[in-house]
């Protein structure tokens, strides 16, 4: 049974585990004994599903996509629709989650890093929400690329933080809230906004976001009467795709693809594709796949999607790739530009710019499929935070 992983280190195989210096070993000890007690207990459980359903906007819907498979030679497409969800994108699951765990813990002060921004806007969100002080960690970079997704954090209430260092992009705002985190351990919880970082971070999250599974598995059941042939989301850390991957896992007759970051082309050295030339390693926190050179030194990412550029990917996901059972295909910046604009004309959704690396795999397989076939593509967020960069890239005048 894949789906009983981790063991109680956080190891998925090989994968991952606790590497993080001593001074917050005591605080993830702490994390994951309070989640364990969390998790079984209704009261929490209650409180969460109610968040989630009033607060966020779950169940979200799953809708099939009529022009985008007839267009795309008749395989039925689904929808899972998290870009409904308040806020944007899937996120919200996860920063709901972590700060009920906050609030047990009696940590009131909240620390995150974002990339996109959809991270940071869903802990600013849920921090207004109970009260917290908030701090939000965002490289330079990033804060450029999402102007928008800054100025919602700063008027719920937070304090955004700009990290110059490196590429002042995700890896360097990680670092920096694991910063504050040693210094302010008592008082703060870091809400980590994907299923990456030390153990109980890849479990816990993965947790939070199995809702888009479980309820994706009950639809199609109710819908179609039977189980999807396909399964496919966009992977920055993973934590959307382990979401709705998850529940299926022991369904021995659903395929499922993640879609990393392609950039300028796999061989341009340009890209975020972590399966694609990547190597084991160690990065903030956790073994897994990664993109480093023959010294170990981390390489610098590129995509035109924030979400999808950091330089490793979740550990579950490098096991599941490692047993064969998902694979892991790429999309390019055009390509995904070209996913955004196909999603945004055929169905009238306009997507982000990680989704549209997703519905750039579902552009390629989809006509080499059958009629009878089904596929779910995780709508992980919607593009409104992505208009000024596909804006630059796609219509001419600008
Ligand atoms: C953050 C984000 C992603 C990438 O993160 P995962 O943890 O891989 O899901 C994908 N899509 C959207 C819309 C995001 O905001």
């Known amino acids: 049974m894949i789906e009983t992983l981790p063991d109680a280190h956080g190891h998925f195989g090989v994968y991952g585990g606790m590497f993080v210096p001593e001074t917050l070993m005591t605080a993830l000890h702490e994390l994951a004994a309070e989640y364990e007690r969390a998790k079984g207990d209704p009261h929490f459980q209650n409180q969460l599903a109610q968040l989630l359903r009033d607060f966020a906007g779950r169940p979200t819907p799953l809708y099939f996509a009529e022009r985008l498979t007839k267009k795309l030679g008749g395989t039925k497409i689904y929808l899972k629709r998290e870009d409904l969800l308040h806020t944007g994108a899937h996120k919200i699951n996860n920063a709901l989650g972590q700060i009920l765990l906050a609030q047990r813990m009696g940590k009131h002060r909240i620390i995150a890093e974002t990339g996109a921004g959809q991270h940071g806007v869903a802990t600013a969100t849920v921090a207004a929400r109970f009260g917290c002080e908030c701090i939000i960690y965002m490289g330079a970079v990033d804060m450029e690329r999402q102007a928008l997704n800054v100025a919602r954090m700063q008027f719920l209430g937070a304090k955004v933080v700009t990290v110059s260092a490196g590429q002042a992009t995700l890896k360097e705002a990680i670092s920096e809230a694991m910063r504050d985190w040693v210094t302010n351990v008592r008082t703060t919880h870091y809400i980590l906004g994907s299923a990456l970082g ?201």
């Open 198 to 398: 030390s153990h109980p971070y890849p479990m816990m999250v993965r947790d939070f976001q199995r809702v888009i599974g479980e309820e994706t598995k009950a639809q199609i059941l109710e819908r179609e009467k039977r189980l999807p042939d396909l399964l496919v989301a966009c992977v920055g850390g993973g934590s959307n795709a382990i979401g709705l991957f998850h529940p299926f896992l022991n369904d021995a007759n659903v395929r499922m693809v993640g879609v990393e970051a392609g950039g300028e082309g796999i061989r341009s050295g340009k890209h975020a594709a972590r399966f694609q030339g990547g190597r084991l390693g160690v990065l903030q926190g956790t073994k897994t796949f990664l993109l480093a050179n023959e010294d170990g030194q981390i390489e610098l990412t590129h995509s035109v999607s924030a979400g999808l550029d950091y330089a490793a990917v979740g550990p579950e996901h490098s096991y599941l790739h490692e047993i064969g059972r998902v694979e892991y295909d790429f999309a390019t910046d055009n390509e995904a530009l070209a996913g955004f604009k196909l999603l945004s004309e055929t169905e009238g959704i306009i997507p982000a710019l990680e989704t549209a690396h997703a519905v750039a795999h579902i552009a390629k397989v989809a006509p080499k499929m059958s009629g009878d076939q089904i596929i779910v593509m995780n709508c992980s967020g919607r593009g409104d935070k992505d208009v000024a960069m596909a804006a630059r890239h796609l219509l001419s005048s600008s």
